[in-house]
């Protein structure tokens, strides 16, 4: 069984900036993809940023140039990094993990709030 813990969200006002982290633990060889998503009230939840095993990432139109994630593979922690935070990017911010070896399994975290005052 693998956990998926986030932690990192709170209440900030616009203009401001977060740093989240997601880390997994339990039984598994390795990370592959490890991921955050966001949904915010009424809306589908989406993808705010990817990045791979070696290093690639990739960005939402809406948080590009603005989010910066990264990976720990030692501590098998993912973060995000949040600057110049807008009232929209309002949401509940959720981790995922894909495992690695000869079989791939996801996992989500709990999820973790984040409130952007104007």
């Known amino acids: 069984q693998v956990q998926v813990v986030e932690s990192g969200g709170g209440l900030v006002q616009a203009g401001g900036s977060l740093r989240l982290s997601c880390a997994a633990s339990?039984?598994?060889?390795?990370?592959?993809?490890m991921e955050w998503y966001r949904q915010a009230p009424g809306k589908q939840r989406e993808l705010a940023a990817r990045i791979t095993k070696g290093g690639s990432t990739a960005y939402a139109e809406s948080v590009k140039g603005r989010f910066t994630i990264s990976r720990d593979n030692a501590e098998n922690t993912v973060y995000l990094a949040m600057n110049s935070l807008k009232p929209e990017d309002t949401a509940v911010y959720y981790c995922?993990?894909?495992?690695?070896?000869?079989?791939?399994?996801?996992?989500w975290g709990q999820g973790t709030q984040v409130t952007v005052s104007s």
């Open positions: 995922r993990v894909v495992t690695g070896g000869n079989y791939h399994f996801q996992y």
């Open positions: 339990g039984s598994f060889f390795s990370l592959d993809t």
